[in-house]
């Protein structure tokens, strides 16, 4: 049940992205083509590409929510970073172009190659109107991607949060361009395409981690280490490796017991060891858990292994 309203959530908020941002490319297109506003033009060109890359994370989000089966034991959640990484390539293609053709403005400008008009107040209005509705989906959809540890809806957060920069660099050019100064326009959009360009390399270093195996922190190795400690007759903790599928948790552990221990109390020390982690860390789906005695290695010569 917990797992079916995580991902209904999930998709919720990617479908609700994806209107708003078919909504603004549509608005900001045909007023910055109406208005003669350049800045609006180019931030509708980057809603369009939001619209392109939600359509493909939607599909990745159907995909993850399928159940287990015998080729995926652990299920399909790791599509979420499949969709995280798709998110990353997308905003960092958009970061490279921004930047160029800002780049390539601002030496129109100075130059005398620009055919430089005045943007109409409606896209002031239009621009202005874009960073209230990116602000508030920022705001829920990173809630909502904290909540249910979902790497696609994160990075589809930060995302929101690149389109109000993006927005309020348009916002400031369309302003300034109204005045006099046409070459603020494009200038404040090379700044902030190397902020997006920093998120968009985030967004790829955290998913291709999860996708890597990495151990998710050395909090969660520290966390580990305490409650396997807190288990009566676990003499010594060798090995932990975890990794991820999608927002679950999945981790291998080695420990050490006393070698006059039975096999069956061996294996009761171990099920508590799954059972107090299972238990106690969010989102830890399975515990493995391999033990040997103490004095593995002097059994190992005597039996001549």
């Not at 780049?103 to 943007?119: H, R, T």
């Not at 209230?132 to 696609?152: E, Y």
């Amino acid at each position: 049940m917990i797992h079916k309203q995580r991902n209904r959530k999930s998709i919720l908020t990617v479908y609700v992205g994806l209107g708003a941002n078919f909504l603004l490319a549509a608005l900001k297109t045909t007023v910055g083509i109406a208005g003669h506003s350049s800045a609006l033009l180019a931030d509708g060109i980057n809603s369009t590409s939001d619209v392109a890359y939600g359509i493909v994370v939607s599909v990745f989000m159907r995909l993850s929510s399928k159940p287990p089966d015998e080729d995926h034991p652990y299920g399909h959640s790791q599509m979420e970073s499949i969709a995280a990484v798709v998110v990353g390539a997308f905003v960092i293609t958009t970061a490279i172009a921004i930047f160029w053709d800002s780049i390539n403005s601002v030496y129109d400008i100075y130059s005398g190659k620009a055919d430089v008009s005045v943007a109409a107040e409606i896209a002031l209005w239009v621009a202005l109107f874009t960073v209230a509705i990116k602000l508030l989906l920022t705001v829920w959809t990173l809630g909502i991607g904290r909540q249910t540890q979902n790497a696609a809806v994160l990075a589809l957060g930060f995302d929101h949060r690149n389109d109000v920069f993006s927005a309020l660099a348009a916002t400031i050019g369309i302003f300034f361009s109204r005045f006099g100064y046409p070459w603020i326009d494009p200038l404040a959009g090379a700044i902030v395409s190397l902020i997006i360009l920093h998120t968009g390399i985030e967004i790829l270093r955290e998913s291709t981690s999860d996708l890597m195996d990495t151990l998710p922190g050395k909090n969660l190795a520290k966390q580990i280490t305490g409650f396997v400690k807190s288990v009566q007759g676990v003499a010594e903790i060798e090995e932990i490796h975890a990794h991820r599928f999608g927002p679950y948790l999945v981790a291998n552990l080695t420990i050490c017991v006393d070698g006059n221990l039975s096999v069956t109390e061996g294996d009761i020390i171990a099920t508590r060891v799954e059972s107090i982690l299972i238990d106690n860390i969010e989102f830890m789906r399975k515990v493995h858990v391999h033990y040997h005695p103490m004095n593995s290695d002097a059994l190992k010569d005597n039996l001549g292994m």
